[in-house]
């Protein structure tokens, strides 16, 4: 029987292997619409894209919910915003004794990097205070990464997280900027992304993903995605939504195991350079199909347990790694793989700036009328720093 030979991969493949560049939007939805026949070969492509673009290396990160519960913010899928009435335990922040313990349990684990979570709008003086008391305490007692998950940040906060040492920054866009209003209505998009750039602009990594399957369309998966690559993040996170009881998303259907790795391999494509990272949900909604999800396009993994739900023993996890022989490696020689590919990439297209383009030394956020904020990583022109849309 002869294989059947699908154009859209065809056409992916030439791009992201031969010709080194990013695919279009129209490119990537013909990939997303092929049936589902040709999920196998739409993994197949996106494994190569990470054995080219990454190697076979993960990351292994840990997380702790530093301060559970009583959010301001109506997220419909979280079970911590206190519009909602959840059997979630409400605990004050932790102090930082307590989450040096979790960072050297968590090192013991395996695990190279360190994210504090706070269940917060963003973080007020004295929070903040504390969170850097406990980075400080952290940093002179392991040798941990540190990450921070605080909310929305100043610009002034996002530099006294980068000066403090913590190396990365995760918010998540959650998801599709045309269906964040079904999501969201106590904040904005556009908040989200100046916080993401204010990260970048200080210096840290940028951590951002968001949640699938909380009733967006395909469409919006990838156009999803598409915001994501337009911030160019260092890290992924992919939760799979599980529902919580007392959330207006509690009666929501989980996400199909088989389009889950379909959106695993999506974001792959789309995203060639990235750290994407199995977060919440994977357990419940891919099953026995997590190995396959590493097959098509993961390249991290949350160990332990999540903010608010069970995670599967560590052990399993590095089992499973050793299983399909992609070694654990640290968060910081992921990064610098990532940020020297996507430098290889772009010395390979040759990309001339205009003589009207923006280019500077340094990393700055870009605010034009009429035109989305954006980020313009240093010595790259305005031009190619925008969303192929």
């Not at 494994?47 to 990351?59: E, I, K, T």
């Not at 920054?169 to 904005?188: G, K």
Request: a negative charge; charged letters at 25%.
């Amino acid at each position: 029987m002869t294989p059947v030979i699908y154009e859209p991969l065809e056409v992916a493949a030439a791009a992201l292997l031969e010709e080194k560049r990013d695919l279009s939007f129209d490119e990537a939805m013909a990939v997303a619409e092929l049936p589902d026949e040709a999920l196998p070969s739409i993994v197949a492509l996106a494994h190569a894209v990470l054995m080219d673009s990454c190697g076979p290396g993960v990351a292994l990160e840990s997380i702790i919910s530093a301060k559970t519960g009583a959010c301001p913010e109506d997220c419909t899928f979280c079970s911590q915003s206190a519009h909602y009435s959840t059997p979630i335990k409400v605990h004050p922040m932790l102090d930082a004794d307590t989450l040096l313990a979790a960072a050297l349990d968590s090192q013991r684990l395996g695990a190279t990097h360190f994210c504090i979570v706070v269940a917060v709008r963003g973080p007020d003086r004295r929070l903040f205070d504390k969170v850097l008391e406990a980075v400080a305490k952290i940093r002179s007692e392991t040798s941990i990464e540190l990450a921070c998950s605080l909310g929305i940040l100043t610009r002034d906060q996002a530099v006294s997280l980068a000066e403090a040492g913590v190396a990365t920054y995760n918010h998540n866009l959650e998801t599709a900027r045309s269906f964040f209003p079904n999501i969201c209505t106590t904040h904005t998009y556009e908040e989200r992304v100046m916080t993401c750039l204010y990260a970048k602009e200080a210096g840290m990594d940028l951590c951002s993903g968001g949640i699938l399957g909380m009733g967006e369309s395909l469409r919006q998966r990838v156009e999803f995605a598409f915001e994501l690559r337009n911030l160019d993040p260092v890290e992924v996170p992919i939760n799979f939504l599980d529902p919580r009881p007392g959330t207006p998303l509690a009666g929501m259907p989980l996400v199909r195991p088989t389009d889950a790795v379909r959106a695993i391999a999506l974001f792959r494509l789309v995203m060639p350079e990235v750290l994407l990272r199995y977060a919440g949900g994977r357990e419940v909604v891919l099953r026995e199909l997590q190995a396959y999800g590493l097959v098509a396009g993961v390249n991290g993994l949350i160990v332990g347990n999540y903010l608010t739900t069970l995670g599967r023993p560590a052990n399993e996890d590095l089992q499973l790694l050793e299983d399909l022989g992609r070694p654990a490696i640290s968060q910081d020689s992921m990064s610098s793989r990532i940020k020297s590919e996507k430098n290889r990439r772009m010395r390979h297209l040759r990309v001339e700036p205009r003589k009207e383009d923006l280019v500077t030394s340094e990393g700055v956020v870009l605010v034009e009328p009429g035109r989305p904020v954006r980020y313009i990583p240093p010595g790259i022109p305005a031009s190619t720093s925008q969303t192929e849309r």
